[in-house]
């Protein structure tokens, strides 16, 4: 049966962190509305644009949050047509991508990005080709449903017991719990480490090769 490896793409791929901030603010105020906090604006990422809006704002409708939602994807695509956009890969990702690749493992993604935005992110690291399914908000419902890992497992090959979702955020662990796969923490992203925990991570790596040690620790599991 394959292994598969899904991935969150920003907190855990690339450090989007300032670029979806400069977007969100943008978005806020051209509708008259403060601009979030850094540390908030971080909690968020992960979530489909709508539902990230909505807990931003959780007292506007769902209109609102729709429109915000816009606001925030011409303003990064603004950013980008300016050359301002900054996804930087985390230091040993591409480390972590080839020994897992070594070892047998497939690879995919599970991200709130739209299918453009994504691809557009690791074609520029030249990665794209090495994913073999690629989940986005585009198809699926925000995180923390199940359907987008369910769709990666589906698609590779794998079942639930031999996949695993390393990702920075509570979403992503608890889509995994949700999919029956098991939950690696990407302790270098934008969520803590209790939080992840909390959300059903088997462990939390510090670093992108300690991946590698989780996985040797609880391959039996």
């Avoid at 991935?7 to 989007?16: A, I």
């Avoid at 031999?162 to 979403?171: E, M, R």
């Avoid at 992503?172 to 992203?189: E, K």
Wanted: hydrophobic share 45%; aromatic share 4%.
């Amino acid at each position: 049966m394959n292994r598969l490896a899904i991935f969150d793409c920003d907190g855990t791929l690339v450090d989007s962190g300032a670029t979806i901030a400069r977007a969100l603010s943008t978005a806020f105020e051209q509708n008259g509305l403060p601009r979030p906090a850094s540390e908030v604006s971080r909690k968020v990422i992960g979530l489909s644009l709508a539902e990230a809006m909505a807990v931003l704002l959780p007292d506007a409708s769902r209109d609102q949050h729709l429109a915000l939602a816009d606001d925030y994807k011409r303003a990064f695509w603004d950013l980008r047509a300016a050359g301002e956009v900054e996804e930087p890969l985390f230091d040993g990702v591409l480390e972590l991508l080839d020994a897992l690749e070594n070892d047998g493992w497939l690879l995919g993604v599970a991200t709130g990005k739209s299918d453009r935005g994504l691809r557009l992110c690791l074609e520029s690291h030249g990665i794209h080709a090495r994913f073999v399914s690629l989940q986005t908000a585009d198809r699926h419902p925000s995180k923390p449903h199940p359907s987008m890992v369910s769709h990666a497992i589906t698609e590779a090959g794998a079942v639930p017991s031999t996949s695993i979702v390393i990702g920075d955020t509570s979403f992503d662990m608890a889509m995994a719990v949700s999919a029956g796969a098991r939950g690696i923490g990407a302790g270098w992203g934008y969520h803590g480490a209790k939080e992840l925990l909390e959300a059903g991570a088997i462990a939390v790596a510090g670093r992108p090769l300690d991946v590698l040690e989780i996985i040797l620790e609880h391959d039996d599991e």
